[in-house]
C-alpha cells in the first residue's frame, strides 16, 4: 500500500518567453512580468515548478536564452522541472508553408533544437515520483514529425503503464491535445481560417494514440500551455485537460471561449492522497514596457538584427 502524505505544494508557469535586448526582437514586459511571477511563486514555497514551454522567446535560434532561463530556475530555492514550447525548439511539424505568411517549415521542430534544449535543461521526456504523485513531461509536437524523437516519445509512452503508479499521475505537455474538443478534425493549415486550430492542437492520429496512452498510464491531470489563456478542467474518459495561462508572454485568444481567460499569472495545485486543488494567482502587477521587431513567426528576411538594443547576438 501507498504511503500517505500531508497536503503539500506544487506550481505550474507556462510561456514565459523570457528575451534578449541583443536579439531581432525583443519584449521587455515579457521578461519583466516573468519576473513578477518568480517573486509570487517564490513566495509560496512549492516542493516543486513545473514550467510547460516557451521559456523563451526564440531559444531554437538563441542558445544564450536558453542559458538566462537555466540560470534564472536553478537560482531557485526549489527543484524546476521543463517540457520545451515551439518558441524553445520550433513549431508543430508541417510538410507544407501555412496559410498565414510564416516560414512554417523553417519553424518546423528539429532534432537540432530538440538537442540543443536538452543540453540546458535535461533529457526529454522525463517522468519521477515526488510524494504521492508521478509528474511525466514531454514535448508532444514531434509526434508526425518523423523525427527520431517521434519513435522515442512513443516508445516511452508505451512503457508509462509499467511504472509504479502512486496517488496521481500528472502530465505536463507544451500544446493542448484539443482546441475545443477531444473529437474535432484535423486541420488544415494552408486554410486561412483553419490555420490557428492547427496550430494549437494534435491531428487526430496522434491526439487518440496519446490519450490512449495517458489513460493506459493512469494519467488524471494533464496541463498544458502555448495558448496563453485557461480554461476549466475538460475530463475526457477519465483524464482532466487543463488549459493553463502564461505567466510572462502577451495574453491571447481571450474571447474564444466564455469560460476562457487570458489573464497572466500561473495555477497551484495542493496534493492530498485524495484530491489535487487547483487555484489560479493573477500577476501583482503588469508591465507596460515596449520594445521592438516582429511578432509571430518571422521568415529570415524579416528578422533584422540591426534592430538590437544591444549588439553580439550569436545567429544562426
Ligand atoms: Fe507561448
Not at 508591465?287 to 553580439?312: I, M, N, Q, T, V
Request: aromatic share 12%.
Amino acid at each position: 500500500m501507498n504511503r500517505s502524505y500531508d497536503r503539500w505544494t506544487f506550481v505550474n508557469a507556462n510561456d514565459l518567453h523570457v528575451g534578449s535586448p541583443r536579439s531581432y526582437r525583443f519584449d521587455p514586459s515579457r521578461n519583466e512580468n516573468w519576473q513578477t511571477a518568480r517573486g509570487q511563486i517564490l513566495a509560496l514555497r512549492p516542493d516543486l515548478l513545473l514550467v510547460g514551454g516557451d521559456l523563451t522567446m526564440d531559444g531554437c535560434l538563441h542558445d544564450d536564452e536558453l542559458r538566462t532561463v537555466k540560470e534564472d530556475l536553478e537560482s531557485l530555492p526549489f527543484p524546476s522541472y521543463v517540457v520545451p514550447g515551439n518558441h524553445d525548439v520550433g513549431n508543430k511539424f508541417t510538410p507544407v508553408q501555412g496559410a498565414w505568411g510564416y516560414d512554417d517549415i523553417e519553424w518546423n521542430v528539429k532534432s537540432e533544437w530538440l538537442r540543443q534544449f536538452a543540453s540546458h535543461f535535461g533529457p526529454l521526456p522525463w517522468t519521477f515520483l515526488h510524494k504521492n504523485v508521478r509528474f511525466t513531461g514531454f514535448y508532444e509536437a514531434v509526434a508526425g514529425s518523423g523525427l527520431p524523437e517521434e519513435a522515442q516519445l512513443w516508445d516511452f509512452l508505451e512503457r508509462l503503464p509499467s511504472l509504479p503508479a502512486p496517488a496521481h499521475h500528472v502530465a505536463m505537455l507544451h500544446s493542448p491535445l484539443f482546441f475545443d474538443h477531444m473529437d474535432e478534425p484535423t486541420y488544415d493549415p494552408t486554410v486561412r481560417e483553419e490555420f490557428v486550430r492547427w496550430f494549437f492542437n494534435l491531428d487526430r492520429g496522434p491526439r487518440f494514440r496519446m490519450l490512449e496512452a495517458l489513460r493506459a498510464a493512469r494519467v488524471d491531470l494533464v496541463i498544458t500551455a502555448h495558448l496563453h489563456v485557461r480554461r476549466p478542467v475538460q475530463t475526457v474518459e477519465g483524464v482532466g485537460f487543463l488549459k493553463a495561462p502564461a505567466a510572462g508572454g502577451k495574453p491571447q485568444y481571450g474571447d474564444v471561449w466564455p469560460d476562457g481567460d487570458d489573464t497572466l499569472g500561473f495555477h497551484r495545485f495542493d496534493v492530498t492522497d485524495e484530491r489535487i486543488d487547483i487555484t489560479f494567482i493573477p500577476l501583482e502587477k503588469v508591465s507596460r514596457a515596449e520594445g521592438y521587431g516582429p511578432r509571430g513567426h518571422p521568415p529570415r528576411h524579416l528578422r533584422d538584427y540591426s534592430l538590437a538594443w544591444e549588439k553580439g547576438m550569436r545567429t544562426p
